[in-house]
């Protein structure tokens, strides 16, 4: 039998009656059969279920990563729901009031430690210059093209017997290629000089400073994720998640892909950050680990059928 769903005295986050059905092929396969839960801002709530049961796709709809079945409910933030079609609004939603952690921490290998806690905070300044390279590779391949055109033209640098119309077009687009290419390496320099500024300074490095600080990282700043070990890429993994200050902290089995000791050092650093006041959602499938937060939910064949507190753990 399906539990009700726990009603806290001030939801932050609720999934309203969420199905979520997937296509193999041929064949549907429903994950989510009408689950349902809700957040109270500053709780800690496990998700507790076996593989299969329909945890971490529930954990999917609630930060916006994945979309419900049409017609089968919705997501709710303080209240309102929210639009999970692609779209800017949830594009903030993700990246300003959900924080994600993951069970293989999924660092970028080619940034150091502090560019990979700050990369929430560069997102939209990454866009912007992708955005700024197209338009400087069609500006240099315009203005190259057109250059290497009039080389050739009647007026152009090429002797008078070579001024012939296949010629102008060849040194065209030779020098149009050339120059799209030289404005998008010019644009990569840019791009590179404002990444080291604002990882060296400003409040997103401050924030990113202080939360790695925090969690023992303060010698590793200029480290690549290959140089750390699993637990020190774990504590980079919720320092990015922590980088843009969210409301909520959406974790799938962040102990799952470490040992014992390192699991519960991992715990720990959570603990003092939701005593601090951070709303933390997290699936797993081990008891022990969920015994950390105040409520369990667990689920089983996609619906809720247990909400409870839990045994206090830790000292």
Same mark, same amino acid.
């Given at each position: ?7 806290? &005295? ?29 957040? #109270? ?6 998700? *507790? ?62 940034? /150091? ?17 992708? &955005? ?6 069609? &500006? ?5 093209? !057109?250059?290497?055109?009039? =080389? ?5 640098? *090429?002797?008078? +017997? ?7 077009? !060849? *040194? ?24 080291? #500024? ?19 990282? /303060? ?12 637990? +020190?890429?774990?504590?980079? =993994? ?12 959406? =974790? ?6 470490? /040992? ?16 601090? #006041? ?15 937060? /105040?409520? !369990? ?19």
């Amino acid at each position: 039998m399906t539990a009700p769903p726990h009603q806290p &005295a001030e939801p932050i986050l609720e999934g309203r009656s969420l199905h979520k059905t997937y296509r193999l092929g041929r064949v549907e396969v429903p994950v989510l059969k009408g689950a349902s839960v809700s957040i #109270g801002r500053g709780e800690w709530v496990a998700i *507790l279920g076996a593989s299969g049961s329909g945890k971490s796709t529930l954990l999917h709809l609630l930060g916006g990563l994945d979309r419900p079945d049409p017609g089968s409910g919705g997501v709710f933030n303080r209240g309102e729901r929210v639009a999970l079609e692609r779209g800017s609004a949830t594009n903030r939603y993700r990246n300003r009031s959900i924080g994600f952690v993951f069970q293989f921490y999924h660092l970028l290998p080619e940034l /150091d430690v502090m560019q990979n806690a700050m990369l929430a905070t560069l997102v939209p300044r990454n866009r912007l210059v992708g &955005a700024l390279m197209v338009l400087a590779m069609l &500006a240099g391949g315009l203005a190259g093209g !057109i250059l290497g055109f009039l =080389a050739a033209g009647p007026w152009g640098l *090429l002797p008078v +017997e070579e001024r012939t119309a296949v010629r102008a077009w !060849i *040194l065209a687009i030779t020098t149009g290629i050339l120059g799209g290419a030289v404005m998008v390496a010019v644009v990569q320099v840019v791009q590179s000089l404002l990444v080291k #500024g604002i990882t060296s300074r400003g409040p997103a490095a401050a924030v990113a400073t202080r939360t790695l600080g925090d969690f023992g990282l /303060d010698h590793r700043f200029r480290h690549r994720p290959r140089e750390l070990s699993g637990g +020190e890429r774990q504590r980079v =993994a919720i320092a990015r998640a922590l980088g843009s200050e969210p409301e909520i902290l959406l =974790a799938d089995e962040p102990t799952g892909n470490l /040992d014992a000791k390192t699991g519960r050092e991992i715990l720990d650093l959570l603990k003092q950050r939701h005593e601090s #006041g951070l709303t933390i959602v997290m699936v797993t499938h081990d008891s022990t680990v969920a015994a950390y937060a /105040d409520r !369990i939910v667990r689920l089983e064949d996609g619906g809720v059928v247990e909400d409870r507190g839990s045994t206090p753990h830790g000292p």
